[in-house]
């Protein structure tokens, strides 16, 4: 029975190696450069959006390892931004992509807990997926 | 039979291509869609372009002249670690409330001799560049 089974599972695991070496290359390309030219990336789009949703871990996750304090001010500094402003806008403003290195640029528009809104951007200079800079 | 045999095959392998790419998939899901409102896009201000031109062309006199001190400050810190600029990409602008946000970036060398890529955001407002982020 093993046996007879044996070929076919071979080729079932050939064909899910392929599968999974062209979906991780053609979703990198997608969304790395692309044809249109370099678009946003996941990683980017997921920092962002944890970022107005106040949820740290995503962000340590997506940022270089650091140290337990350097997370726990993460951690202290989310819980402390709670509530205090509202995300109106999040619009993507381009980036560019060498190598392993890319910049995504973004266009934020909040509204504080005393009513003023905040129109500013945000740059994030990503190494390999993970956000190493954030100005 | 050997017909059935190879068609079964393929139907296997293929199978198998869709299993690897759905456990890809688990592995790095796809972008979180966007859940807030997104501004439309303008054409690039002119005024946040000639300081862009100014930097790639390394004038300084230029940007000292367009520039005030404390804008000039801001940009020598949005430029770190770039000490030499040889590329400025627009990559997008948008505009709320009269304030119009022009993005770029600008590659090139660090001190170290290290090829760097950087973000620069101009504000621009009534044709002036007002902030540098």
């Keep these: ?135 | 039979m050997n017909r059935l045999r190879a068609g079964l095959s393929i139907l296997v392998f293929v199978a198998g291509i869709g299993g690897g790419s759905a456990v890809q998939q688990l592995f790095d899901p796809p972008s979180p869609p966007n859940p807030y409102r997104t501004l439309p896009l303008v054409p690039e201000p002119a005024a946040s372009a000639q300081v862009a031109s100014l930097l790639v062309a390394n004038d300084a006199i230029g940007l000292s002249r367009t520039l005030d001190i404390q804008l000039l400050q801001r940009l020598a810190s949005s430029i770190e670690p770039l000490v030499d600029i040889d590329e400025v990409f627009f990559t997008g602008a948008t505009e709320r409330d009269g304030d119009i946000l022009s993005a770029y970036v600008a590659g090139g060398r660090a001190g170290t001799g290290q090829r760097a890529s950087v973000g620069i955001v101009l504000r621009v407002r009534d044709g002036k560049v007002i902030g540098v982020n």
Excluded at chain 1, 102 to 120: C, K, M, P, T, W
């Design chain 1, 1 to 135: 029975m093993l046996a007879a089974v044996r070929p076919w599972a071979i080729v079932f695991v050939l064909g899910g190696m392929l599968g999974f070496v062209l979906s991780a290359i053609g979703g990198e390309f997608v969304e790395e450069r692309a044809l249109f030219g370099p678009s946003e990336s996941a990683s980017s789009r997921r920092y962002m959006i944890s970022l107005l949703e106040h949820e740290p871990q995503t962000l340590i996750a997506l940022s270089p390892k650091t140290d337990v304090v350097s997370r726990a001010l993460q951690f202290r500094g989310a819980e402390e931004a709670q509530g205090t402003v509202t995300p109106l806008s999040l619009t993507y403003l381009g980036g560019r992509t060498a190598g392993s290195l890319s910049v995504h640029i973004y266009a934020l528009e909040l509204r504080s807990n005393d009513g003023r809104r905040q129109f500013f951007p945000l740059a994030l200079t990503l190494l390999e997926g993970k956000v190493i800079r954030r100005e």
